[in-house]
């Protein structure tokens, strides 16, 4: 996907106010942050930022786009470190239980905002594709090498691993009462090793 939003001149400052505008988005949310809240955060004028990024809009999904891209950039950096491929699966589902809240905020705003976006949307999809590959790789590795005898297919076994990854992210978000971290990781890996047939 080609994204035209990121279309203006500014160098470092500018890439330097974009993290400030994912911190105020995160705090506010998509409604409430206006140029006025990122001007008054990062010492930036507004008309500076207009020229920027032009409208409110496409500042705010830029900086969705960029959190978004650097927390897969994460998970895909973390996953090429690790070669065996259990571990690598741990490592893998520990940073996503560990997910920092100001991200889980971020995140719940990029997805509703992609709801009534078709370009962040677009990029939505292309980023959960991302997201899953290194668990997809990491069990297909692990099946080809015999070290996992899979009893579903690795794309099915991800679809749920997410969903529970996912599913942290209200109650963290929202301040209600989540699963305690060691307790759900546990039952999570333990799951995922009878799945996979894991051989120690």
């Known amino acids: 996907m080609t994204d035209v939003r990121r279309r203006r001149a500014g160098g470092e400052r500018r890439a330097a106010v974009l993290d400030v505008v994912t911190t ?7 409604q409430q942050t206006r140029f006025t809240d990122v001007s008054e955060a990062s010492g930036v004028a507004v008309s500076t930022l207009q020229g920027y990024f032009g409208s409110r ?3 705010l999904i830029e900086a969705i786009q960029r959190s978004t891209d650097h927390e897969v950039a994460t998970m895909e950096r973390m996953s090429q470190e690790v070669a065996d491929p259990w571990q690598r699966l ?9 997910t920092p809240v100001p991200v889980w905020r971020m995140l719940m705003e990029f997805w509703t905002t992609a709801a009534h976006d078709e370009e962040l949307r677009q ?17 297909t590795h692990g099946r080809d090498t015999g070290m996992f005898t899979p009893h579903h297919d690795p794309a ?4 749920v691993l997410v969903a529970a990854l996912d599913g942290l992210l209200f109650p963290r ?3 209600q009462p989540r699963p305690d971290t060691d307790p759900f990781r546990d039952v999570l890996l ?3 090793a009878t ?3 894991v051989r120690s």
Not at 24 to 29: I, K, S, T, Y
Not at 156 to 159: H, S, Y
């Open 123 to 139: 990029h939505s999809v292309a980023l959960q594709a991302r997201y899953r590959q290194p668990f997809v790789d990491a069990i």
């Open 156 to 159: 099915a076994v991800v679809d």
């Open 57 to 59: 809009d496409d500042m």
């Open 90 to 98: 741990v490592t893998l589902v520990e940073r996503g239980i560990a």
């Open 173 to 175: 978000v929202l301040g």
């Open 190 to 192: 333990d799951q995922l």
């Open 195 to 197: 799945t996979l047939e």
């Open 24 to 30: 105020v988005l995160a705090q506010r949310g998509y």
